[in-house]
């Protein structure tokens, strides 16, 4: 399926094929879930000004040019040809290369901030990417990872809802996952569902994912009101919430987790 974005100037231009492994920006249909993910680069942008960012992973490309409004340097990192010749033509501002997440073509100690949100459920080796990830980071350096909470996304089932998905992580797994690799967890947040999602989760019999899952599974048109709401989500809607805070919603309960790591 081919799928087209619109530039700001208002002219469409040809984008990668929506295929569910990657979200794509500018499509109605899909806009809750690049905006689910848009709200992690954007509140988590602030740990990589002025620093050399890697972002392992980088899909599309949209957040790797996000996170160069403020960086020193961007390098994405993408294993899929096709993904890294549309970076390259669309995003200019980022420097990207084609390899394999599981052997970083970077020298040790050579950037300072990693960033991979959305990727490492994708991954056989979790364990050799991260350590990878570790090996690429100054001392000091930040691991800003993002994934899907396996016990919210695909509950009660011993492997993921998503096709493209390998292992799906809980928040000690992932903490585990990282503290093997030699990092120390700085925090562990969770994505939520504000006030304004909420509201539409009721309004679409109690789950506006549940409402979008089942039209694509059937291969059913949508409603005008679903996908209205759907296309009116924007980064406010969700909430980013520290485990162990005070007054924070339980951390297990999440739809999506976010590290923050730090190489000692």
């Given amino acids: 399926m081919s ?3 619109e530039d700001p100037d208002g002219a469409l231009s040809g984008a990668l094929p929506l295929t569910g492994e990657r979200t794509i920006p500018g499509l109605a249909e899909e806009n809750y879930w690049f905006r689910r993910h848009e709200v992690v680069y954007q509140r ?9 960012v890697l972002e392992a992973g980088c899909g599309e490309g949209y957040g790797a040019d996000l996170i160069a409004d403020v960086a020193r340097k961007v390098i994405a990192l993408d294993y899929d040809e096709a993904t890294v010749a549309h ?7 980022v420097d990207i290369q084609h390899g394999n997440l599981a052997e970083l073509p970077l020298a040790d100690g050579s950037v300072d901030v990693v960033v991979n949100f959305q990727v490492i ?6 364990g050799q990417f991260v350590s990878e990830c570790f090996r690429v980071l100054r001392p000091g350096g930040v691991f800003l990872v993002s994934t899907p909470n396996r016990i919210t996304f695909s509950p009660g089932r011993d492997t993921p809802l998503n096709p493209f998905h390998t292992r799906e992580l ?3 797994e992932l903490t585990e996952l990282l503290h093997d690799a ?5 925090s562990m947040l969770g ?4 006030a304004g999602l909420a509201a539409l989760d009721a309004r679409h019999g109690g789950s506006i994912i549940e409402a979008q899952v089942q039209r694509a599974v059937a291969d059913a048109p949508w409603s005008e009101q679903l996908l209205a709401d759907v296309a009116a989500v924007t980064i406010d809607d969700f909430d980013l919430e520290e485990a162990g805070g005070r ?3 339980d951390i297990d309960d999440s739809l999506d987790l976010v590290a923050i790591a730090v190489r000692p």
């Fill in 3 to 5: 799928a087209y974005v």
């Fill in 44 to 52: 988590l942008a602030g740990r990589c000004v002025d620093r050399e």
């Fill in 87 to 93: 970076v390259r033509a669309r995003y200019p501002r």
């Fill in 121 to 126: 459920e994708h991954l056989w080796d979790q």
């Fill in 170 to 172: 809980n928040a000690a």
């Fill in 182 to 186: 030699g990092f120390t967890v700085e």
């Fill in 191 to 194: 994505v939520f569902h504000g």
């Fill in 247 to 249: 007054n924070t919603r």
